[in-house]
């Protein structure tokens, strides 16, 4: 069996860090409700850089950590469901900003599950042998998305970036459970277009349904128990698959790291996949929920701790809009 080796990690967090005390300034809530219900102490927000211009800092980090340069990388794919721009996708744009040359570049949105979504193209490109060095970013900036009117949303995300250098990984296990439920996507959606004023031709209305989009719409919609309860079967499901795809047990496995949602999600999944909590690595408090960004965070917080150890078996597992989850056991 044949996986990856990620050679280094890198993040980057925003300059606004907004505790629970400074969210009580625009909506009713405070520091214990927010703190109870979801683990989450303060979160980041990018007041002055792009959401690409933080994707490059977490890839430029990345490098650094990994010993490589940008002329090194031959593909670059970045997972992010908040991107600047329609077009052209956020890789392209950290391509540049990173001084990467003529290596494709392709964007990935699986919202929240995104990171484990492009490890997975990425460890599938390494097998083929086209391509050596991929980078790997998970970038979001969420804060333009969210409505900070809504108390029951507003309170959990947070911008962030994290990315990884990979290679082919000779002899490293590498398996992985991916699905999506797309049935489910009203639970945990943000529009894309709102054209309330678009032209009528000869007295015909086009695009009704775009221009009749409420506003709220193209914000952050959630339904939080919808996606609490899904998250907590998801991501129970998804280890107990991937575990017996891998033939290991959890007492195999060195370290889980969770999607970074709510601490009450994580540790409901944790009780049902029978997993020791010194095992899991959490860093909500501080970062929220900075949907695909979280693992690849928590990833380079890990090797800067020091707490990553070659031949450690992780598991990564995650949920996000879609809806959608993964999980995936790999040998650092
Ligand atoms: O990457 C995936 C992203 N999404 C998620 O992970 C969301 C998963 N869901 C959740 O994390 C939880 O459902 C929430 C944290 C969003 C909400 O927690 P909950 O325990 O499900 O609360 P609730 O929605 O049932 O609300 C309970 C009460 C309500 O008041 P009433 O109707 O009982 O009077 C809410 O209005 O709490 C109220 N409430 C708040 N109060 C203070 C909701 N948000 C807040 C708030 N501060 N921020």
Redesign the pocket.
Known sequence: MNGITILGAGSYTPSLAVTNEMMTEF????DE??SS??GIKSRYMSPDKANYEMAAKAAKAALENAGKTAKDIDFIIVSTCSPDFFYPNMACLVQKQIGAEGCPCIDINS??TGFINSLDIARNYLATGDYKTILVVSSERLSPQIDFND???C??FGDGAGAVVVEYGENKPYYSILGAEGDMFEA?FCKANYKPNFPKFDGNEIFKELCDTPEKQCYLQ?D??A??KF?VDAMASAVDKVLNKSGLTIEDIDLVIP?Q??I??IQSALKKMKVDDDKVFINLQDHG?T?SACIPVALSELMAQGRLKRGMKVCLVG???GLTYGACIFEY
């Open positions: 909506i009713d809530t405070s409700w927010i219900r979801t919202a929240c108390r029951g949303s309170i959990l945990l959630m939080g128990k996606v609490y998250a999607h949602a709510n009450r999600i929920n949907s949920f996000g809009a």
